[in-house]
């Protein structure tokens, strides 16, 4: 079991989906500059950085929602910055879970897998194979707005796993949940990842979520966002919640971010 903390540039995975110098604008403003990042074949790395500092919008141009101003995103080896939203699919989960309310679990699923093109002959095997694994398989015929939001949640992550995605993106999906429904949804993410390891970009600002989940953590500056810090997290799974070790680096990390996300630090420099 090893623990490195690492500079930005030595992440070595083989990376299958690669953005480089990528910078991101808001008419004059810019939201992003000149990001590395590198996401390998399996791997599930979390984006942890203050409010405002371009988290969101990292997730948009990855879901070929926004065009990033200078860079270039290369997946598999192609070049796809130009039509990212075509050549790599992804299945997204907001904080909210920006379910359909007049559509039952079932529909909601169909309808996302009807837009990323599944096959219907598969789409009864993804349903029940998806809500099982998110534990609300029973739920599958009732409407959203009788469940509780822990299992709109469920249903709306199991949603972005049915429609195969090459990328899982995740914006602060837990933020919206108490801390024991979203601790006990989390576990089951580390568990799940034992039999299905869909490549994950996971933003939040938790940072113990982070260390818990992620095999790898970028820390972003204050906006517009810069990569500070990168760590390997080398942790068999399934991992323990309050595992000494992630507590540690978590006060670590905490202490250390502090300085750079502050805004009363910047102005005493
Ligand atoms: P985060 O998700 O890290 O909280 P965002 O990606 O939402 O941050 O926003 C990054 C920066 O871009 C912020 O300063 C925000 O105000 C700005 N921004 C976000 N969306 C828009 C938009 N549609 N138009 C203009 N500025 C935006
Ligand atoms: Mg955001």
Same mark, same amino acid.
Not at 16 to 36: H, P
Not at 48 to 60: E, N, Q, Y
Not at 209 to 227: C, K, N, Q, Y
């Given at each position: 079991?090893?623990?490195?903390?690492?500079?930005?540039?030595?992440?070595?995975?083989?990376?299958?989906?690669?953005?480089?110098?990528?910078?991101?604008?808001?008419?004059?403003?810019?939201?992003?500059?000149?990001?590395?990042?590198?996401?390998?074949?399996?791997?599930?790395?979390?984006?942890?950085?203050?409010?405002?500092?371009?988290?969101?919008?990292?997730?948009?141009?990855?879901? $070929?929602?926004?065009?990033?101003?200078?860079?270039?995103?290369?997946?598999?080896?192609?070049?796809?910055?130009?039509?990212?939203?075509?050549?790599?699919?992804?299945?997204?989960?907001?904080?909210?879970?920006?379910?359909?309310?007049?559509?039952?679990?079932?529909?909601?699923? %169909?309808?996302?897998?009807?837009?990323?093109?599944?096959?219907?002959?598969?789409?009864?095997?993804?349903?029940?194979?998806?809500?099982?694994?998110?534990?609300?398989?029973?739920?599958?015929?009732?409407? *959203?707005?009788?469940?509780?939001?822990?299992?709109?949640?469920?249903?709306?992550?199991?949603?972005? @796993?049915?429609?195969? *995605?090459? @990328?899982? @993106?995740?914006?602060?999906?837990?933020? $919206?949940?108490?801390?024991?429904?979203?601790?006990?949804?989390?576990? %089951?993410?580390?568990?799940?990842?034992?039999?299905?390891?869909? *490549?994950?970009?996971?933003?939040?600002?938790?940072?113990?979520?982070?260390?818990?989940?992620?095999?790898?953590?970028?820390?972003?500056?204050?906006? *517009?966002?810069?990569?500070?810090?990168?760590?390997?997290?080398?942790?068999?799974?399934?991992?323990?919640?309050?595992?000494?070790? @992630?507590?540690?680096?978590?006060?670590e990390l905490v202490t250390e971010v502090l300085e750079v996300w502050e805004p009363a630090a910047e102005?005493?420099?």
């Amino acid at each position: 079991m090893t623990v490195h903390l690492e500079s930005p540039t030595s992440a070595e995975q083989m990376g299958f989906l690669d953005l480089e110098g990528i910078s991101i604008t808001y008419g004059d403003k810019t939201a992003v500059r000149d990001i590395d990042l590198r996401i390998g074949e399996n791997e599930f790395v979390s984006i942890i950085g203050p409010s405002g500092c371009g988290k969101s919008t990292l997730l948009h141009v990855l879901a $070929g929602l926004k065009s990033p101003a200078t860079g270039q995103i290369t997946y598999r080896a192609n070049d796809v910055t130009a039509d990212v939203g075509k050549r790599l699919r992804t299945g997204y989960v907001f904080q909210d879970h920006r379910l359909l309310p007049w559509r039952t679990v079932r529909r909601n699923i %169909e309808i996302a897998m009807h837009s990323a093109g599944i096959p219907k002959t598969e789409w009864d095997s993804q349903i029940e194979r998806y809500l099982s694994l998110l534990q609300v398989r029973e739920h599958v015929d009732t409407w *959203p707005m009788k469940l509780s939001g822990g299992q709109r949640q469920r249903v709306s992550i199991a949603r972005a @796993l049915a429609v195969r *995605p090459d @990328l899982v @993106l995740m914006d602060e999906p837990f933020s $919206g949940l108490d801390e024991v429904t979203g601790r006990t949804i989390r576990v %089951e993410l580390d568990r799940m990842r034992l039999t299905s390891a869909t *490549p994950t970009l996971f933003v939040t600002h938790s940072i113990r979520e982070a260390l818990f989940l992620s095999d790898r953590i970028l820390v972003l500056s204050r906006g *517009p966002a810069t990569v500070l810090k990168e760590i390997t997290i080398d942790l068999p799974r399934p991992r323990a919640y309050g595992d000494p070790l @992630l507590v540690r680096l978590e006060e670590e990390l905490v202490t250390e971010v502090l300085e750079v996300w502050e805004p009363a630090a910047e102005t005493q420099q």
